[in-house]
Antibody, heavy 125, light 107 residues
Framework: QVQLVQSGAEVKKPGASVKVSCKAS????????ISWVRQAPGQGLEWMGW????????NYAQKLQGRVTMTTDTSTSTAYMELRSLRSDDTAVYYC??????????????????WGQGTLVTVSS | EIVMTQSPATLSVSPGERATLSCRAS??????LAWYQQKPGQAPRLLIY???TRATGIPARFSGSGSGTEFTLTISSLQSEDFAVYYC?????????FGPGTKVDIK
């Protein structure tokens, strides 16, 4: 079955970086993209960005531009999300999700199914 | 950025009753809208995409309708496992955006 398994919880100090991994199985990795979505405690869902697993093209949420980098390793079917210069308001559960979208220019079929189990990132001094 | 709004914020429903959730977009998103269900401590689950197409394995009691700026998710007869938070999401324009969610709880 299609499954996304994320790396474990992280605790970071303000100003540090975090890199979360998302290992895919059960489908052809390069036939889909991966979106990353975060959820602050008790809050709603915030889309962070999308990466094509086929060619590495990306589209990032403007508010995170310059702090976030999404990559993929097709040899291991793993996606990565790195967030730098962490602040306390980056404390959240970070999810990866399989995304059928195929273009960074305009969205097309960019819904999310399935999702990883989530990775809690806590930013605290 | 397309702003998504959902109403009501909380919906109290008895088991077996019908629930109707609304989602509105600040500009037209055509039929490029998805619905998700999230239970406490769990990742969201895709219910509907294309405004009205049920995702694989989703029971027929879940249905979606609408296009343009107004959308509805209907749960025809609420089961105990349906009490959760429901989010809509548009994928017509970058950035992709979610509504704030509707919590469906037990009346």
């Amino acid at each position: 079955q299609v499954q996304l398994v994320q790396s474990g919880a992280e605790v970071k100090k303000p100003g540090a970086s975090v890199k979360v991994s998302c290992k895919a199985s059960g489908y052809t990795f390069t036939s889909y993209g991966i979106s990353w979505v975060r959820q602050a405690p008790g809050q709603g869902l915030e889309w962070m960005g999308w990466i094509s697993a086929y060619n590495g093209n990306t589209n990032y949420a403007q508010k995170l531009q310059g702090r976030v980098t999404m990559t993929t390793d097709t040899s291991t079917s793993t996606a990565y999300m790195e967030l730098r210069s962490l602040r306390s308001d980056d404390t959240a559960v970070y999810y990866c999700a399989r995304d059928p979208g195929s273009s960074h220019r305009s969205p097309l079929n960019n819904w999310f199914d399935p999702w990883g189990q989530g990775t809690l990132v806590t930013v605290s001094s | 950025e397309i702003v998504m709004t959902q109403s009501p914020a909380t919906l109290s429903v008895s088991p077996g009753e019908r629930a109707t959730l609304s989602c509105r977009a600040s500009q037209s998103v055509s039929s490029n809208l998805a619905w998700y269900q999230q239970k406490p401590g769990q990742a969201p689950r895709l219910l509907i995409y294309g405004a009205s197409t049920r995702a694989t394995g989703i029971p027929a009691r879940f249905s979606g309708s609408g296009s343009g700026t107004e959308f509805t998710l209907t749960i025809s007869s609420l089961q105990s496992e349906d009490f959760a938070v429901y989010y809509c999401q548009q994928y017509n324009n970058w950035p992709l955006t979610f509504g704030p969610g509707t919590k469906v709880d037990i009346k």
